[in-house]
């Protein structure tokens, strides 16, 4: 049980893109921040914009993710989306420049459909950033749950 | 037959060709390795969504999802890809035909084409093209074919069309490529070799699921159709413009086989007269 790990297998239109080890693995699915660890039941679910986090030991990653749908069954983690990035792939400079577009964008009244795209767009613009960024959540906290 | 000027500008002419076609080999050659990458990274997508909606059918509440249900059928779509260009040799004709013995076992059918020669070849047959798709390049592929799928998802949804075809060349090697017509909607009981065991939880529901998994599922699909199109569209043309330069090869030597004779000839013919001359003079 204990050295029990998932396989995380990342697959894009431009073909695999990670294929690792895991501890443990916290995505944002559409109904909220969904954790995996192993030997957990077979699930589907949609995944919304946001940031997947790799914890392998004392070690995490950060990647974002834009869409797409995991599969988690047998201690695989598979996870099929049209974008995913790595902090060191992220235009960090762009993505700013995004979100201070969208956010102004977001001021001017415009039509439910333009802001609901703006929305969207202002999400991925703050993933980005995010994800590019400094680990916000230390990894400490991360490893006494993992004792357990 | 013709004179030796004659002869000779038409070895000109075979050269300057079998020098573009020698030229065209190179593009396709190159363009060839890039969709072949391009196609052995789209292939994975494909795959794990297929399977992951295939496992979909074994979940009593998706049966009913109208992407799932066989529906009775009164129109049928038909995404056929093709080329822009052509000098592909029987690369188009191929596919489209092999679409067209499809739709004539009795389906009453819209078309969607890809590429400028899939929508000559069926508009002259008066067939019915519903939408058709030229210039795709070739580093928008993933986007294009996302409006494709977008717009035979909402052409299905609505009830326009009842069930969707995919006629695309398959690219097993650079010398072999295998005209397919594929189902993508409704997702048919036909994959019987994929068995699920396993009971599989929807979160948070399969409806919700499936909305999303779906549409991926439909682009994961055209774009891997178009990738398999692209690889063969260029290994056509590479074998085709080999062949076709070999055979400039061979030309150009028959004609200077003939041009050497022609000399020849007209070289003995000068002897012999140069000679009757002197004979005469004597």
Request: one cysteine or more; hydrophobic letters at 40%; proline letters at 3%.
């Amino acid at each position: 049980m204990k050295d029990k790990k998932l396989l995380l297998r990342i697959i894009t239109p431009r073909g695999k893109k990670v294929e690792q080890k895991a501890d443990m693995l916290v995505m944002r699915c559409v109904g909220g921040d969904v954790g995996i660890l192993p030997n957990h039941m077979p699930l589907s679910s949609p995944i919304s914009d946001g940031i997947l986090r790799i914890i392998n030991g004392k070690e995490e990653q950060k990647m974002a993710l834009f869409g797409g749908v995991v599969e988690v069954k047998n201690n695989i983690v598979t996870i099929l989306t049209s974008i995913a990035q790595r902090p060191e792939e992220i235009d960090l400079a762009r993505a700013e420049h995004d979100r201070k577009q969208y956010e102004q964008l977001m001021q001017e009244r415009s039509s439910d459909l333009k802001m609901q795209s703006y929305s969207v767009l202002l999400r991925r613009a703050l993933v980005r950033i995010e994800v590019s960024s400094e680990p916000i959540i230390s990894g400490s906290d991360i490893d006494e749950s993992d004792d357990i | 037959m013709s004179s030796i000027k004659g002869i000779k500008q038409r070895i000109a002419n075979v050269s300057t060709t079998k020098q573009i076609m020698k030229a065209m080999d190179m593009v396709s050659t190159s363009k060839l390795q890039k969709a072949r990458e391009r196609l052995v990274n789209a292939r994975p997508l494909f795959f794990e969504t297929k399977r992951m909606v295939h496992q979909l059918k074994d979940c009593e509440k998706a049966k009913e999802s109208i992407f799932i249900k066989q529906r009775k059928v009164n129109k049928s779509a038909y995404v056929i890809i093709t080329s822009d260009k052509g000098l592909c040799g029987s690369y188009n004709v191929n596919i489209a035909q092999k679409a067209l013995r499809h739709m004539n076992e009795g389906k009453n059918e819209v078309i969607l084409v890809v590429g400028a020669k899939g929508y000559e070849f069926f508009r002259r047959r008066g067939k019915n093209i519903l939408h058709r798709i030229i210039d795709i390049t070739e580093t928008q592929m993933y986007y294009d074919t996302g409006l494709l799928s977008e717009h035979v998802q909402s052409l299905y949804v609505s009830g326009e069309i009842d069930e969707v075809f995919i006629a695309y060349t398959r690219f097993e090697s650079t010398l072999s490529y295998l005209p397919v017509v594929e189902k993508v909607l409704p997702i048919s009981d036909g994959e019987e070799n994929m068995r699920f065991d396993s009971e599989m939880t929807y979160e948070p529901d399969v409806h919700s699921f499936l909305e999303q998994a779906i549409p991926l599922y439909l682009h994961a699909c055209f774009f891997a159709a178009m990738s398999e199109s692209v690889a063969c569209e260029h290994a056509a043309r590479m074998v085709n413009m080999d062949s076709a330069s070999k055979n400039a090869t061979d030309i150009i030597d028959d004609l200077n086989r003939m041009y050497n004779r022609k000399r020849q000839a007209a070289i003995t013919q000068e002897i012999n007269e140069i000679v009757g001359g002197a004979n005469i003079l004597k």
